[in-house]
């Protein structure tokens, strides 16, 4: 096992375009959670999954955001009609449920970029 | 919503000097975590601290969670240019399961 993976790296749109990022957790992780982050700023919470069950989501995700992780591996956050506020790095991370002394493992984010 | 609040906001030394990061709430955390962050990277686990007044060490850095387990220290002695990064702290909070809120974070740069 690699780590968590993240797909793209980077990517550009233009303002109301929809965009999809992907996250690949660590394979004995059953839990998932989506973060954003602006520049020199710490992460943000978005939502997270245990297993399959999107347990809680933030009120800073809005209707356009839909995240889904279907058959408790892979995740995806898609954001709907992007805006210039959009702009920022998603960060996913994993972890093993109970096992909080070993963190979060994150994967190297998806930057946004709206133009 | 848990605030954490981190100072200072940005710290420029040089090489061999000593700095401190204080990591500060009004709120009681069940654990706290330190993460480092590159550019470009996700953050990456530092350490975590459970007990009220604990204290870890690894190598350079020291850890404290205050004893009512509000706040932590990190400091960093003989800093080197490796050190730097984006420091953050995350803390726990009793049964919220394991959804970790971040503080604003303090970037650390050490020149030569």
């Known amino acids: 096992d690699t780590g968590v993976s993240q797909d793209p790296r980077h990517k550009i749109t233009k303002r109301g375009q929809n965009v999809t990022f992907r996250c690949d957790p660590i394979s004995e992780h059953n839990r998932l959670y989506w973060y954003r982050q602006t520049l020199g700023q710490g992460p943000e919470f978005l939502t997270y999954?245990?297993?399959?069950?999107?347990?809680?989501k933030s009120r800073l995700l809005s209707d356009r955001f839909s995240a889904e992780r279907p058959k408790g591996s892979f995740s995806t956050l898609e954001i709907q009609r992007t805006e210039q506020g959009d702009s920022a790095m998603y960060l996913c991370?994993?972890?093993?449920?109970?096992?909080?002394?070993?963190?979060?493992?994150f994967g190297s984010g998806t930057r946004l970029t709206v133009v | 919503t848990q605030l954490l609040e981190q100072s200072p906001q940005f710290l420029s030394i040089q090489e061999g000097e000593n700095l401190t990061v204080y990591c500060n709430s009004s709120?009681?955390?069940?654990?706290l975590q330190w993460y480092r962050q590159e550019p470009g990277e996700g953050p990456v686990l530092l350490v975590t601290v459970v007990t009220g007044g604990e204290v870890k060490k690894l190598k350079r850095l020291t850890f404290q969670f205050g004893d009512a387990r509000k706040d932590s220290s990190l400091h960093i002695t003989a800093a080197q240019p490796g050190d730097t990064g984006l420091y953050l702290c995350a803390g726990l909070t009793p049964g919220t399961a394991s959804k970790l809120t971040f503080g604003t974070g303090t970037r650390l740069q050490v020149t030569l």
């Open positions: 991370a994993s972890s093993l449920m109970g096992v909080i002394s070993y963190g979060y493992t």
């Open positions: 999954f245990q297993n399959e069950a999107q347990l809680e």
């Open positions: 709120s009681v955390f069940s654990s």
